[in-house]
């Protein structure tokens, strides 16, 4: 007889393959398959608050470090752990570790020791952790250096109420494990970014995370939601960024990947999105493109009211393994959404969907040649089913982690 873990398990995975066994079925009712979807989704939650699977997922950042019971003793092993085009940002893994114990910011020029500002700026590499649960209100615009982690894991923390976190022409950055929300426009002000430098700073955009120039950048399980601009933008010949097993929701302008049109130094961009759940209160730009070369492969979009993925001036989307939940809108049932170009010019861009299961009326224009050969630089890992999408992005966001048990 099977045991009641087992029988569990079983159950539970059969959970996962409902909306895809629904789906592959053409005569069931739409209504019918919505119902079933929503069900999945709701245990989805449900699992991300119980933390079931927490090894062996299939996740494949995830099996890499959560089944590690001493992973507060070996923090750093997660830099180790990232996949796709930002696979070789290793934060502070080479550094030593630094605990943020002051939650205050009342001095962008002068940060205390202690305090998060003061850690970013520093020249050498460090793995920042923090000693408590702590909500930090950031006077000005956190400007980080180079080979810098900020990891949450142990500790409630969030970044929000201000301005929020710039990767401005830095490389080696991991952010993982925080919340980041509310986050406002900063500027007309000094702020420093290397213990020996300070400058002015102009008004900032309102990102909870802005990419500027950076390279080798990597966040995962961070809860954004609801800044004044973008949630996590990438622009000005960024590349080399993962964006992984985040929990997005309540906004509008979700992601901007490229600066504009005319900024043809964007075309080199490789961009890695996966094992996202974009969820509840999402408008569009999930993410939006330009030029360069995206790989959006194993999320989960449940949420969106305009559009899920968009762009603009030819850009490589590659988009695999997906799920999209179309609203019930009737006019908004299309994923995709070509901009600024008559379809004689966007007919031309390679976009293409994969194995992605398209729900509740969902469709996906695709466009561009279709050869695989188009998609070369547009592809960063192996794409799981997208069946397994439920199990993959169970537990986005940031992690409740305790110290001395599994993550």
């Known amino acids: 007889m099977a045991s009641s873990s087992s029988l569990s398990f079983i159950t539970i995975l059969f959970s996962f393959l409902i909306p895809s066994l629904i789906a592959s079925t053409p005569a069931q009712d739409p209504e019918y398959v919505v119902q079933e979807v929503q069900r999945s989704i709701n245990a989805s939650m449900t ?4 933390g079931y699977f927490s090894c062996s997922t299939g996740n494949p950042i995830d099996d890499c470090w959560r089944c590690d019971s001493n992973w507060e003793k070996n923090r750093q092993k997660l830099a180790d752990c990232a996949i796709g085009f930002g ?15 002051d939650s205050s910011d009342d001095d962008a020029v002068t940060p205390k020791p202690g305090t998060l500002r003061y850690a970013v700026i520093q020249d050498e590499p460090l793995w ?5 649960d702590m909500v930090i209100k950031l006077k000005e615009e956190l400007i980080m250096n180079s080979f810098k982690t900020i990891d949450g894991r142990g500790a409630s923390v969030h970044i929000a109420g201000g301005p929020c976190i710039t990767i401005q022409y830095v490389t080696n950055i ?14 007309n002000a000094m702020v420093r970014d290397s213990p020996n430098h300070y400058g002015w700073r102009t008004i900032s955009d309102g990102d909870g995370v802005s990419i500027f120039g950076g390279t080798h950048v990597w966040v995962d399980h961070v809860s954004l939601s609801n800044c004044a601009d ?10 080399m960024i993962t964006i992984s097993n985040n929990y997005m929701t309540h906004h ?3 992601m901007l990947l490229g600066h504009s ?42 949420h969106w009211e305009m559009y899920a993925i968009g762009g603009s001036a030819s850009p490589t989307i590659n988009s695999q393994g997906n799920r999209f939940l179309a609203p019930d809108d009737r006019n908004s049932k299309e994923v ?21 299961l398209l729900l509740n009326g969902a469709f996906f224009t695709p466009s561009g040649a279709g050869a695989s050969s188009s998609y070369a630089k547009a592809s960063s890992l192996g794409a799981r089913p997208s069946s397994l999408v439920a199990t993959l992005t169970a537990n986005a966001g940031s992690l409740s982690c305790r110290k001395g048990s599994k993550c």
């Open 47 to 50: 699992r991300r608050k119980l």
């Open 87 to 101: 696979k070789n940002a290793v934060g502070g893994r080479d550094g030593k570790i630094y605990v943020v114990t």
């Open 128 to 132: 920042i952790i923090f000693a408590r």
């Open 174 to 187: 991991i952010i993982h494990g925080i919340n980041i929300h509310d986050c406002k426009q900063g500027g």
């Open 230 to 239: 973008g949630l996590i933008d990438a622009i000005h010949g960024s590349s």
């Open 252 to 254: 509008d302008k979700v």
């Open 261 to 302: 049109d005319s900024y043809t130094q964007d075309k080199g961009m490789q961009v890695t999105i996966a094992f996202n759940h974009f969820g509840e209160g999402l408008v569009q730009r999930m993410p939006r493109c330009r030029h360069g070369y995206f790989h959006v492969v194993n999320n989960d979009y449940t």
């Open 336 to 356: 995709t959404k070509h901009e600024d170009a008559p379809e004689s010019q966007w007919k031309g861009w390679n976009w293409r969907s994969e194995g992605d």
